[in-house]
């Protein structure tokens, strides 16, 4: 059955069905005396609950081996169980419509679900699974249920979890147990629960439809963490080829994870600094996990897509501190946020007919320019704690970059005592006509970044989310290779650094194109930098060199894909296919 890999690995054992589907809830009419003894009920479960999540996070501390910092997610589960919104709001539910803690909770819960549904965005859509993970935690403890899946029958041998969900708490508890993998019904790439799998090493294959309708607890079970694949009842052919599959991985797997604490650089001796993307603050943690050098690309806008208006200038200046304090001395590039298009927060979410090229990113903060200012101040606030960085995104030409630095010395001159020379300014270059500037540009910045995901977007046509034309989009084609040669040029004649953070610096058949061309830093998700730095560290700035302008002078992008991918084929094995 085909589903999302979610963590990387192979593993093969028998199954163990969690049913975490359906809890029955009592539906209760409480009398007025009644009401504090439910209300008491629902404290203790409160209270249960934040133990049981306290001991997922101890048993991730006790595991060692930086794990504890994957406990983030957890912390902010102990914080819902101290929520107003869902503790408070159903104590008050219990009262006003005198019904008991159980019914309370499951309406509470569903009205703050619907409530972040509401808003329209899919990231926290995803987040509201968050709150349902810690509401069943309290209704299983109200209804005295077991709460662990490793809690109820003990499972000492090696067994492979399927569910139709897990929640990020279950999911660190399989450090310390015998869960190999395991596979779910729901779940996206992104949730919780998949970072976590990622984070712990635990192979793990999500949105699998109707799983559980197609095993019975004992089934042997091959999940391919790699491919998203769960294989049901396999064949004795199957169990060889994954059981081969599985000990090319392992092994490549061991020597990734010794690449961790070594440099990334080429066989002929040059540094390549790797760094980091994060959406969310508690990725820092992550990042330094996979060895990042530092924060490439933050991006700023996915704290206010869950907020109804924006946030205040001391709880942004909160967040970026705790991320600038996480990652210290080392740098942290905070792009201003990127709202518009398809990250709107909700109300707000655009009625234009072409978002992608109506009033997003830069444009929206000009046209914003109290909130834009906000966070501009609270980011220069944090510039004493580290080496930061501030890049915008979606700069289209000279005239958007110095109306966007007016605002910036203004919001300087407001916040105060703020060393003018210890904050690099950055433009990101993800439009053609940026990059046909870059030129320009270049004299009145510190660095560029370029962003290719929509560089290829504008340049090539093509919607980055649409699936009709995703054959045709490729950081491989000539014309973006042509306008990233561009950027590079423009930046050594100004003598900034050019980076680059859109997702073509993650793979790994770019990084000797990329290294070859001059770049020295590249920033992707966290997972991505392994894999990244073993390429790069197979191979030397002199045969980059050569590969890159090979592929400047070819005419297609298949014909530039394959002369990368058997560049890098016989130098890093990064090719599991069973
Ligand atoms: C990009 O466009 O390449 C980029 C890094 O920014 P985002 O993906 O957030 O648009
Ligand atoms: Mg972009």
């Known amino acids: 059955m085909r589903g999302i890999p979610a963590s990387p690995g192979i593993a093969i054992a028998r199954s163990r069905v969690v049913d975490r589907r359906h809890i029955r809830v009592p539906r209760i009419r409480i009398e007025q005396s009644d009401v504090e003894h439910e209300r008491e009920r629902l404290m203790e479960a409160v209270t249960e609950s934040r133990v049981q999540v306290e001991t997922a996070v101890r048993a991730l501390l006790d595991a060692g081996g930086g794990q504890g910092d994957h406990s983030l997610i957890l912390q902010a589960h102990l914080l819902m169980l101290d929520d107003k919104l869902l503790v408070d709001g159903t104590l008050e539910m219990i009262s006003e419509k005198l019904i008991n803690a159980e019914w309370a909770l499951q309406r509470k819960m569903e009205e703050v679900g619907q409530m972040l549904a509401n808003l329209g965005?899919?990231?926290?859509?995803?987040?509201?699974?968050?709150?349902?993970?810690?509401?069943?935690?309290?209704?299983?403890?109200?209804?005295?249920?077991?709460?662990?899946?490793?809690?109820?029958?003990?499972?000492?041998?090696?067994?492979i979890v399927i569910s139709s969900n897990l929640s990020p708490a279950e999911t660190a508890q399989m450090v310390a147990g015998p869960v190999l993998a395991f596979a779910t019904e729901e779940g996206t790439l992104t949730s919780h629960t998949a970072i976590m799998a990622q984070a712990l090493g635990i192979p793990a294959v999500v949105g699998v439809e109707r799983l559980t309708d197609h095993l019975e607890g004992g089934d042997l079970v091959i999940i391919d963490g790699l491919d998203g694949i769960v294989i049901i009842r396999p064949d004795d052919t199957l169990i060889k080829s994954y059981t081969e599959k599985a000990a090319r991985y392992a092994e490549v797997e061991t020597r990734m994870r010794s690449t961790r604490d070594q440099p990334a650089v080429t066989t002929d001796g040059v540094d390549i600094q790797l760094m980091c993307n994060i959406e969310l603050p508690g990725e820092a943690a992550l990042a330094l996990d996979f060895g990042a050098e530092g924060i490439g690309l933050y991006r700023t806008e996915f704290l206010f897509l869950d907020k109804a208006a924006p946030l205040g200038e001391e709880e942004q200046y909160r967040t970026y501190l705790a991320v600038m304090k996480a990652m210290a001395p080392r740098p942290v590039v905070f792009r201003t946020f990127d709202l518009g298009a398809d990250k709107m927060p909700g109300e707000l979410r655009s009625r234009e007919k072409n978002p992608a090229l109506g009033l997003r990113a830069i444009r929206y903060g000009l046209r914003n320019r109290t909130m834009f200012k906000t966070q501009l101040r609270a980011l220069l606030r944090t510039s004493k704690y580290g080496d930061l960085s501030i890049m915008f995104p979606m700069i289209s030409g000279l005239s958007e970059l110095r109306q966007t630095k007016a605002l910036l010395d203004e919001a300087r001159a407001e916040v105060g005592n703020i060393n003018p020379d210890a904050v690099k300014i950055g433009c990101m270059i993800e439009l053609p006509s940026a990059v046909f500037v870059a030129d320009l540009l270049a004299r009145e910045a510190d660095f560029f970044s370029i962003g290719t995901n929509d560089l290829i977007q504008y340049s090539l046509a093509i919607d980055r989310g649409n699936d009709h034309v995703a054959y045709l989009y490729t950081p491989y084609h000539p014309s973006v290779l042509r306008s990233i040669k561009m950027v590079l040029d423009a930046g050594n004649n100004a003598d900034i650094p050019v980076s680059m953070c859109g997702s073509a610096a993650a793979q790994c058949a770019m990084a000797p194109i990329l290294v070859g061309m001059g770049f020295r830093s590249l920033s992707m998700s966290p997972t991505s930098i392994p894999f990244v730095k073993s390429t790069i560290r197979s191979f030397s700035v002199t045969e980059a060199q050569d590969l890159a302008s090979q592929v400047l002078a070819m005419e297609t992008s298949a014909e530039i894909e394959d002369t990368a991918r058997s560049f890098i084929a016989d130098r890093a094995e990064l090719d599991f296919s069973a």
């Open 121 to 159: 965005d899919e990231y926290l859509s995803e987040r509201s699974q968050d709150v349902e993970f810690v509401g069943n935690r309290v209704l299983r403890n109200l209804l005295g249920h077991v709460t662990e899946i490793l809690e109820s029958e003990e499972p000492t041998s090696p067994c």
